[in-house]
T-cell receptor
Framework: GAVVSQHPSWVICKSGTSVKIECRSL??????MFWYRQFPKQSLMLMAT?????????EQGVEKDKFLINHASLTLSTLTVTSAHPEDSSFYIC??????????FGSGTRLTVV | TQLLEQSPQFLSIQEGENLTVYCNSS?????LQWYRQEPGEGPVLLVT?????EVKKLKRLTFQFGDARKDSSLHITAAQPGDTGLYLC?????????????FGQGTILTVHP
């Protein structure tokens, strides 16, 4: 079946630094990749949608200068949290989709900003 | 903006009991997915329903898609502690099955031995 690899699975960083999270579709070329944020015991909140080679579309209220998304190829998308602060601490999940494959989610990244 | 109302938000039951989780919307979805998620992991797809009125069974889990493709339900028979987790419904829109997903609020299920 379709597999999406998300790395790292957890990261701790100092306030003010930037953190990059990678999302790779291992055995299929994704038409679209999605980035979500999830707070404890809550549902997934869509942050942005990205298609290969074009700018990401951000959901209302999501700061695009803070959460930089790069979708350089059909198998790789990255989310960079810039100048991270403790309030950015959260669980970030990516998903890749393609017609005929559906949606496949990564295993998530636990970000802790200290 | 499309919304999916999922209920109940919390469910705490004893092993062997049955339960139903509902997802309702005023919008039509091209498909609807149900996921189960464990703490610290990504959601895992349980089923995708596409056709209005469709019923799918996965062992003790039964999924229904409403005739108008606006609502869905998940029924678990004889729940077991291993069923504990966060259950999420999500609808695909835009006339495709690979566009943006709208998620329900989630149902935290706890099954006590």
């Amino acid at each position: 079946g379709a597999v999406v690899s998300q790395h790292p699975s957890w990261v701790i960083c100092k306030s003010g630094t930037s953190v990059k999270i990678e999302c790779r579709s291992l055995d299929f070329q994704a038409t679209t990749m999605f980035w979500y944020r999830q707070f404890p015991k809550q549902s997934l909140m869509l942050m942005a949608t990205s298609n290969e080679g074009s700018k990401a579309t951000y959901e209302q209220g999501v700061e695009k200068d803070k959460f930089l998304i790069n979708h350089a190829s059909l198998t790789l998308s990255t989310l960079t949290v810039t100048s991270a602060h403790p309030e950015d601490s959260s669980f970030y999940i990516c998903s890749a989709s393609r017609q005929g494959v559906g949606y496949t989610f990564g295993s998530g990244t636990r970000l802790t900003v200290v | 903006t499309q919304l999916l109302e999922q209920s109940p938000q919390f469910l705490s039951i004893q092993e062997g009991e049955n339960l139903t989780v509902y997802c309702n919307s005023s919008s039509v979805f091209s498909s609807l997915q149900w996921y189960r998620q464990e703490p610290g992991e990504g959601p895992v797809l349980l089923v995708t329903v596409v056709t209005g009125g469709e019923v799918k069974k996965l062992k003790r889990l039964t999924f229904q898609f409403g005739d108008a493709r606006k609502d869905s339900s998940l029924h678990i028979t004889a729940a077991q502690p291993g069923d504990t987790g966060l259950y999420l419904c999500a609808g695909a829109s835009g006339g495709t099955s690979y566009g943006k997903l709208t998620f329900g609020q989630g149902t935290i299920l706890t099954v006590h031995p």
